[in-house]
């Protein structure tokens, strides 16, 4: 994959994959939304996941570090991982593909165990509904990293966003994506962490610890407590200003329950 030292926010991470980190930080975000760069130091195209949001700087910026695009994949839809999209498509042609069909261009939707051989790289698409319901990973060279979207972050946990984001299916997909045990995580937000099988373990565990907190919640008010009732003592020692995404993972959570 070529190199552009002239643009410093490209970040090296392993020698098939780059970041490059758009500057929209954020309670969500984190430092921002990592674009990630993949392709062979000898290849002459790349592959780019998650483009982003609208931003003319961000998009200036991805096409002087990835002149040339083999394929643009999309983790989920949310605006910050796939809005850029239908500008990188428009100016580059790229065909842009994503579990959900409304954001695929001159490309059909990806499909669960599929595997994509572009720009020198190897990349198995794996499903992982909960944070949302078109939720996907893909595993890098066989495993040699995992682009994990929103599903496992770089930093803290995410939101299972009911009532797209279903519980029930996010924990299965933490425990799929623990057996890729020494794989490293490249996040949709946050830095790039090693063995995703440890930090799937730690959000599984924290995933219980929440729900028997929920669970104690709702014992001291009452099986009917609306969610709102819940995040104010779950998540009393949280920043407010984040109490409306916690409400909907305890949406989610109560789902769960009451199933």
Known sequence: MPSHPAYETVRSVLPRASVLLQSNPGPMTLD??????????????????DPGETSQQHLDELLAA??????????????????A??????RTGAPVRAFDPRHCFGAPPLVD????????????????????ADSVSFVLDGGAAVLTGDTILGR????????DGVLGPYLGSLRQLEAYGAARVLPGHGPDLPAIGEVAAHYLAHREQRLDQVRAALAELGPSASARQVVEVVYADVDRA??????????AQLAYLRA
């Open 156 to 163: 803290g946990t995410t939101v299972v966003a009911h009532p």
């Open 113 to 132: 165990g599929e595997v994509l051989d572009e720009a020198g790289v190897r990349l198995e698409v794996v499903a992982t509904p909960g944070h949302t």
């Open 85 to 90: 999209a239908t500008a990188v498509h428009d």
């Open 242 to 251: 984040v109490w409306w995404a916690a409400e909907l993972s305890v949406e």
């Open 66 to 83: 990835a002149p040339a695009i083999a394929l643009v994949l999309v983790t989920h839809g949310h605006h910050d991982h796939s809005q």
């Open 32 to 49: 921002g939304t990592n674009t990630w760069l993949l392709g062979d130091p000898e290849a002459s195209e790349v592959v780019v996941v």
